[in-house]
């Protein structure tokens, strides 16, 4: 086996949640090609996974030296280190990822943490981008910070899950790597250009990261997520959560039966969460008449169906004039769908 088949199989193992499996599998992969800085950074995560925090510094630090630009194993290093409670080097190493990427919320974060357990570290304005150990003397005058994913997407969902999808043709499986966590999603898409699209995303809502499973297409790369609870999305993206709760849920080392509780001026507690997510079921309870009932089925069925059948329905709405909806693209394709009115109307084209 290549070294690259022992990295595929690694990566299949951690998908499992097989760690040891897979750590196996990528120090295999080392022993082939020692020169690859993916192999030591996936191994990184996997040490981390099994509690071997020196083990995961010391393959970050060997991630670092064969890909210096890679802020992801500075976030590991960082994380590692902190673990080690080694909060200087923490520290440093939180300064390197946000040198490399001035936008990072986590970094800022992190480097607060490691602030508050060094003795007497001083109270300091929010950090800067600026050189560090570790990351090349460069003139930050001509970087530009790293912002919004560059690569247009968009997302629906159904009862049962979330699938978000990202515009960019011409991709290959080997150009996609995709991490499902418990709460969040760390998407990198090897480009044409020199930068690669890296997206870590806080979710809305809990997912099921077995059951998460993503296609390359021609067009787009399409990412489906099994939702963890039967509720509705009003966005993608978490808001207003609190700074210590948007931790890597695959890496976070708070107590997970911890209850976060948002601050309020009043002695009785409120479970706000528990009151919107039962405002949120009443919604989804009540019962549609008339057009609206109408409109939620064909957003239903719109929602769970595939591409040829979403032309269907596009073509043959458009094109009758709305008298007309079609899910057989077979049939639809093949010539301009004709206005069909209903029994006993005229149908007349509106003119201005």
Request: include cysteine; aromatic fraction near 10%; charge should be negative.
């Amino acid at each position: 086996m290549a070294g690259t088949d022992y990295f595929s199989a690694g990566n299949d193992a951690f998908v499992d949640e097989e760690y040891d499996k897979a750590k196996e599998n990528y120090s295999q992969a080392i022993k082939l090609e020692p020169d690859k800085s993916a192999y030591y950074f996936k191994r990184s995560i996997c040490n981390f996974k099994l509690q071997d925090y020196s083990g995961s510094a010391l393959d970050a630090e060997s991630s670092i030296k064969l890909d210096s630009k890679n802020p992801k194993a500075y976030l590991r290093l960082g994380l590692a280190k902190f673990q080690l409670k080694e909060y200087v080097a923490a520290k440093e190493a939180f300064q390197n990822l946000l040198a490399l990427d001035a936008t990072s919320k986590e970094a800022q974060e992190w480097i607060a943490k490691c602030k508050a357990e060094i003795p007497d570290e001083p109270s300091l304005a929010p950090e800067v981008a600026k050189p560090v150990l570790g990351v090349p003397d460069v003139d930050r005058t001509e970087q530009k910070p790293v912002g919004k994913p560059t690569i247009k997407h968009d997302w629906y969902q159904t009862e049962t899950h979330v699938v978000l999808t990202l515009m960019t043709k011409n991709r290959k499986k080997d150009d996609v790597e995709i991490e499902f966590g418990k709460q969040n999603l760390s998407i990198t898409v090897k480009l044409s250009s020199d930068n690669d699209f890296n997206w870590e995303l806080d979710l809305a809502h809990l997912i099921e990261p077995k059951s998460c499973i993503f296609r390359v297409l021609l067009t787009k790369i399409e990412i489906k997520m099994q939702k963890a609870e039967g509720r509705r999305w009003t966005s993608l993206e978490c808001r207003d959560e609190p700074v210590y709760a948007k931790l890597d849920n695959q890496d976070k080392s708070v107590d997970d039966s911890a209850t976060l509780h948002y601050p309020s001026s009043s002695k009785k507690y409120h479970d706000w969460d528990k009151l919107a997510a039962n405002v949120e079921k009443e919604d989804s309870e009540e019962k549609k008449e008339g057009d609206a009932a109408l409109n939620e089925l064909f957003q239903k069925i719109y929602a769970n169906a595939d591409d040829d059948t979403r032309r269907a329905m596009n073509k043959s709405y458009q094109e009758s004039g709305g008298t007309v909806l079609s899910t057989n693209w077979k049939d639809i394709g093949k010539e301009k769908v004709q206005v069909k009115p209903p029994d006993g109307m005229e149908y007349k084209k509106y003119e201005i």
